[in-house]
């Protein structure tokens, strides 16, 4: 078994109390998982289930990240990146452009298909809860190889370095994720999958 750092020890004792405060604001089911391994929430909003947990990385597992996940079932390929700019050192090439220059100007979007992009960040209610999000590192695709019986599940998932302490952000970051998992469902690109993480 790996010798987890002094940080991610310090880390993990830091969490414990919080992520059980989360669930009561979120109305979320907390899974201890004991004390060497990281906990989890369940958040459940409009028959989607998020998976919100952490994972160590970098040097020795020394950083952690926060990670929201939603696991949906595909009904017509699409994927697609959105990225904060002021924390990309790198520009997405054949980056997608909205009818909002506030959008444009604070990310980065790249997609399978541009049309269902631009539509997708166009939606009234999505670019607002883009304006209210502070930093975002979000993609919907395959890559986190979900897989069940032979079938690889696509995933909406956003990622961060640290942990996420203030629910009000927590809530607006969920609350996107509620808007765009809404929109694949409404112009069937994905549906709703009975999976519980």
């Given amino acids: 078994m790996k010798k987890k750092s002094i940080i991610a020890d310090l880390f993990s004792i830091r969490k414990s109390g919080i992520w059980k405060d989360f669930a009561h604001e979120l109305n979320a089911e907390h899974i201890d998982r004991g004390f060497f391994r990281e906990d989890?929430?369940?958040i459940e909003q409009n028959g989607w289930a998020i998976l919100m947990d952490v994972y160590l990385s970098g040097f020795n597992l020394r950083i952690p990240y926060t990670?929201?996940?939603?696991?949906?079932?595909?009904?017509?390929?699409?994927?697609?990146k959105i990225k904060s700019k002021n924390r990309t050192f790198f520009p997405y090439y054949g980056t997608v452009k909205t009818k909002n220059e506030s959008i444009n100007a604070k990310y980065y979007i790249k997609s399978s298909n541009k049309y269902l992009a631009?539509?997708?960040?166009?939606?009234k209610s999505i670019v607002q809860?883009?304006?209210?999000?502070?930093?975002?590192n979000l993609r919907y695709d395959k890559t986190g190889l979900f897989i069940d019986e032979g079938i690889i599940y696509p995933e909406l998932q956003h990622t961060e370095i640290g942990y996420i302490s203030d629910v009000e952000r927590l809530k607006r970051?969920?609350?996107?994720?509620?808007?765009?998992l809404n929109y694949l469902d409404k112009y069937e690109i994905a549906e709703k999958l009975t999976y519980k993480p």
């Fill in 40 to 42: 989890r929430l369940i």
């Fill in 67 to 80: 990670r929201l996940t939603a696991i949906c079932k595909e009904k017509r390929p699409f994927y697609f």
């Fill in 118 to 123: 631009e539509n997708l960040f166009n939606t």
């Fill in 129 to 136: 809860s883009l304006l209210d999000t502070e930093w975002l």
């Fill in 173 to 180: 970051t969920i609350n996107l994720f509620i808007e765009i």
